[in-house]
T-cell receptor
Framework: GQNIDQPTEMTATEGAIVQINCTYQTSGFNGLFWYQQHAGEAPTFLSYNVLDGLEEKGRFSSFLSRSKGYSYLLLKELQMKDSASYLCAVTDSNYQLIWGAGTKLIIKP | GAVVSQHPSRVICKSGTSVKIECRSLDFQATTMFWYRQFPKQSLMLMATSNEGSKATYEQGVEKDKFLINHASLTLSTLTVTSAHPEDSSFYIC??????????????FGPGTRLTVT
């Protein structure tokens, strides 16, 4: 079956760095997405990885290892507004998005 | 960037009535649109995939006669919840895929519709 695992909840301190991991087992792979979702709102796009390696975009970076079925989202210089759920999603062989359950990130001052 | 709108943003209806939710791609043509449902503290659940000009493909467990999807143009898809019941109360989100630009099959999400059935 298709499966995406990520931690349910994480807590970090304002100004610090946090890494949110995602492992996946899917039928085929055509890219991995990270989305941010604030409570009561729709997801917003953060990053897309299709090749191995690190993609950096401002305070956020995303890493992919296809051989390990593993990705992480790295958030630096955390701000209170970064408190949200972070969703990992993989595009399978049919280009359908398979969603993880999301990681709720709590930022403390 | 690509923008997707949804209307209405919130709707309250009585049990047994029908509700229509619109999803529009504002600045691109979307050959494929997706409808998701999200219950509190849960991840997105794909309900159906809608291709312009053809019948929607429903995920297992989603009643096609209850959730009617119409994708009549390249910029508009509608979801009608028929004979709504309180258990249909949820956050409904649409997304649209723009194959014309980056080619990375990114989905652009609408802002969502909060449906409450009383």
């Amino acid at each position: 079956g298709q499966n995406i695992d990520q931690p349910t909840e994480m807590t970090a301190t304002e100004g610090a760095i946090v890494q949110i991991n995602c492992t996946y087992q899917t039928s085929g792979f055509n890219g991995l997405f990270w989305y941010q979702q604030h409570a009561g709102e729709a997801p917003t796009f953060l990053s897309y990885n299709v090749l191995d390696g690190l993609e950096e975009k401002g305070r956020f970076s995303s890493f992919l290892s296809r051989s390990k079925g593993y990705s992480y989202l790295l958030l630096k210089e955390l701000q209170m507004k970064d408190s949200a759920s972070y969703l990992c999603a993989v595009t399978d062989s049919n280009y359908q998005l398979i969603w993880g359950a999301g990681t709720k990130l709590i930022i403390k001052p | 960037g690509a923008v997707v709108s949804q209307h209405p943003s919130r709707v309250i209806c009585k049990s047994g009535t029908s509700v229509k939710i619109e999803c529009r791609s504002l600045d691109f043509q979307a050959t494929t649109m997706f409808w998701y449902r999200q219950f509190p503290k849960q991840s997105l659940m794909l309900m159906a995939t809608s291709n312009e000009g053809s019948k929607a493909t429903y995920e297992q467990g989603v009643e096609k006669d209850k959730f009617l999807i119409n994708h009549a143009s390249l910029t508009l898809s509608t979801l009608t919840v028929t004979s709504a019941h309180p258990e249909d109360s949820s956050f409904y989100i649409c997304s649209a895929r723009d194959l014309g630009t980056s080619g990375d099959y990114e989905q652009y999400f609408g802002p969502g519709t909060r449906l409450t059935v009383t």
